[in-house]
């Protein structure tokens, strides 16, 4: 049953810190070309059949999923001796939006196909932040065991852990989304 997709699984699509600068052109450029070397892009093909959904087919997980995803990442910080992360209403505006756009256009990457991902929304919302990392995840596990099996996947994901571990991140949205059974999670973190 279980269809779970990671960046763990695709060799150098990890989670960073993106610092924001004066030459954000020049770096957005390089990272770009980095990460196009490297795989990081990754696939955009549609998943398992799932391909573009209609706005009305896709439907945000219940509200409980983001408050359970949290108590998750909190124990982890407590227990590495970090402050909780603060849950954000404007970063999770981001984090949902990310979820949503993922679930409705049957893409799974850190950039929708038109090249626009968490940084470009934090921005566009106007949420200050000078790092900013996310972790997504797709997964086919029943809605019981969802919450659960995606964070333990990601602390199992260097990439992922480190973003959740982060000692710099004190912000967080957390986004999930649902289209024909398929979990879709964008958790964006931020300073």
């Not at 968490?118 to 200050?128: I, Q, S, W």
């Not at 199992?156 to 024909?180: C, K, Q």
């Amino acid at each position: 049953m279980l269809l779970l997709l990671f960046l763990l699984l695709r060799r150098g699509r990890t989670g960073h810190a993106i610092r924001r600068s004066t030459r954000s052109l020049a770096v957005t450029a390089l990272l770009t070309l980095t990460l196009a070397v490297i795989g990081g892009l990754g696939d955009t093909r549609p998943f398992a059949g799932v391909g573009r959904a209609s706005a009305a087919s896709v439907s945000l997980a219940p509200a409980d999923f983001a408050a359970q995803m949290l108590a998750l990442i909190n124990v982890e910080r407590r227990r590495a001796g970090l402050p909780e992360l603060a849950w954000m209403s404007d970063v999770d505006r981001v984090a949902v939006d990310r979820a949503v756009d993922m679930a409705t256009l049957g893409y799974f990457d850190h950039f929708n196909p038109a090249g626009i991902g968490a940084a470009h929304l934090l921005r566009a919302y106007g949420v200050p932040h000078d790092i900013l990392g996310e972790n997504i995840a797709r997964s086919t596990y029943p809605a019981a065991q969802v919450v659960r099996n995606v964070h333990e996947a990601f602390m199992a994901s260097p990439g992922h852990r480190a973003n959740v571990l982060e000692g710099r991140f004190h912000r967080v949205g957390i986004g999930a989304a649902v289209v024909d059974r398929t979990y879709y999670f964008a958790i964006v973190f931020v300073d």
